[in-house]
């Protein structure tokens, strides 16, 4: 029995859409071709796609099975913690500033391609977002890779992202919080080679390290 995946359907839509609906992509009414509805059983996606007459057959799959697969030649990885160190050692009340390093496998962009056929799919992966969570039960949602710390800023929060511990992670494993930092890609892709198709979905990866929270020491005489 065969393990590939059961083929897109291609529908002709009658009436064709108006010439402002997103099928015609770049097209026009009277061009040489028509506007489809596509329905891909492997991925439950509904779409529509502009094929020419004549033209490249309907792809045999799903071209957002290309994109996935893609994405799997980019060897996405998890956040590139960058701040808090794990060997760094945080205060109670102190603002922590959150921030990540940046390339292309960690948070993009990346982009790769796929191909089956005669249909090539594109694809780019780029972070969106980045939920930290902090291991004392709070988190976070930073859009972006977040902002270095300099020392000029003083006990200024983070303008981007950040957090402020309320209590230190004594009583933890190794006295340490664990943390974690999960990182949403926002994955677009089209169809270069083939019928007119593109759409967009997400990808998750995830980074963990451990955070050394103390109480801050008052000194006096």
Not at 89 to 104: C, E, I, K, M, R
């Amino acid at each position: 029995m065969s393990s590939s995946p059961p083929p897109c359907t291609y529908t002709k839509l009658v009436p064709q859409p108006p010439a402002d609906n997103l099928g015609w992509d770049g097209h026009k009414p009277g061009d040489k071709g028509a506007v489809y509805q596509v329905y891909c059983p492997d991925t439950m996606r509904i779409g529509v796609s502009w094929i020419p007459d004549g033209g490249p057959a309907a792809p045999p799959v799903d071209p957002e099975v290309l994109a996935h697969r893609a994405v799997d030649s980019m060897k996405l990885v998890g956040p590139d913690i960058a701040s808090p160190q794990a060997a760094g050692t945080y205060a109670v009340g102190v603002p922590l500033w959150l921030w990540v390093n940046q390339s292309p496998t960690t948070f993009g962009p990346n982009t790769a391609t796929a191909s089956a056929g005669a249909v090539t799919v594109s694809a780019t992966a780029e972070v969106a977002s980045i939920t930290w969570k902090f291991g004392d039960g709070t988190s976070v949602t930073c859009n972006g890779p977040g902002t270095v710390y300099q020392a000029s800023s003083g006990m200024k929060p983070s303008p981007t992202c950040g957090h402020t511990f309320a209590k230190s992670s004594a009583g933890q494993s190794g006295q340490r919080f664990a943390l974690t930092a999960t990182a949403t890609w926002q994955v677009n892709w089209t169809v270069t080679a083939g019928a007119v198709d593109a759409g967009q979905f997400t990808e998750v990866r995830q980074s963990q390290t451990r955070v050394g929270v103390g109480e801050l020491q008052a000194v006096g005489n």
